[in-house]
């Protein structure tokens, strides 16, 4: 089983969806959880987009990466799921896993009527449920996690 952590700024919207693909989809190989920079509020969007794909996050809590961390969480892979432009305020954990950066847009940001963020949001779910999907396929493959360790070996070589 692996253990994988995604990180966002507040775990309020990408990483609480990412957590919840992950668990639904690859449960049995893989357990994610979720954490933000600072503990934010669930956004009430992506709660409904979620339902809208049979998958229930209305009871999840917001976490702090740093609480995780505390508490000597282990993680084999940390998935920072930040827009390009925060990416920088997103923490890398500390420890041997492998980093990997996947960038969506902030629900938070979105503007419109309710139907339009509500849209926005759906398609934010779609391309994180892709990347999800997309994640358990390659991370199935043994070379995918060993590959990463020969080549961290090898740079603290030089």
């Not at 409904?48 to 000597?72: C, H, P, W, Y």
Request: aromatic content about 10%; glycine content about 6%; proline content about 3%.
């Amino acid at each position: 089983m692996y253990n994988i952590l995604f990180v966002c700024i507040h775990n309020s919207a990408r990483s609480q969806m990412a957590e919840a693909f992950l668990n639904h989809s690859g449960s049995g190989k893989f357990n994610a959880e979720s954490a933000g920079i600072e503990k934010g509020k669930l956004n009430p969007f992506v709660i409904r987009a979620m339902q809208d794909v049979g998958i229930d996050i209305s009871k999840n809590e917001t976490k702090e990466v740093f609480d995780l961390f505390r508490r000597g969480k282990l993680y084999h892979a940390v998935i920072t799921v930040c827009e390009k432009e925060a990416a920088e305020r997103c923490p890398i954990f500390p420890g041997k896993v492998k980093r990997i950066a996947w960038s969506f847009p902030d629900p938070s940001k979105f503007t419109g009527t309710e139907e339009e963020i509500l849209t926005k949001v759906r398609n934010v779910r779609d391309e994180i449920k892709e990347k999800v999907i997309q994640f358990i396929a390659e991370a199935g493959d043994l070379n995918f996690w060993i590959q990463d360790r020969v080549i961290e070996t090898s740079e603290n070589l030089h």
